[in-house]
């Protein structure tokens, strides 16, 4: 069975079928509260970094550079192992949902760590 690994906005309502819901933004969503994100974690640590997030700027034509660079940050990055084993155990229990703040639902940095996440489970 695949592990059941989900994307939401931050800025949709959370919801019991979103299950363990971690947070992977290295900034906190604007106005929304902590009691209305409902997060288990935050892990902003295994965000992209300032620097590539702002080159990335959320535009389109960007994202197959920020993806191949964001994944080299990933595998770089020394709490990788740590979030792996984090999201394995929870998986364990049903869903995790990981949570974002970009308008764009198919270009975004969870995107490129959900499929970083999958590849090594």
């Known amino acids: 069975m695949a592990p059941d690994l989900a994307l939401k906005r931050a800025y949709e309502e959370a919801s019991p079928s979103d299950g363990c ?14 009691e209305a994100l409902r997060v288990e974690r935050w892990w902003k640590e295994i965000a992209p ?3 590539l997030r702002q080159e990335f700027a959320h535009k389109e034509d960007r994202f197959a550079e920020f993806a191949e660079h964001y994944r080299g940050e990933l595998n770089a ?15 364990r229990e049903g869903r995790v949902s990981l949570i974002y703040a970009a308008k764009d639902t198919a270009h975004n940095q969870a995107v490129v760590l959900r499929d970083w996440v999958l590849e090594r489970l």
């Open 21 to 34: 819901r971690v947070l992977v933004d290295r900034l906190w969503p604007r106005g929304v509260s902590k």
């Open 49 to 51: 970094s300032t620097q």
């Open 77 to 91: 990055n020394p709490m990788g192992p740590e979030f792996l084993g984090w999201v394995r155990e929870r998986l």
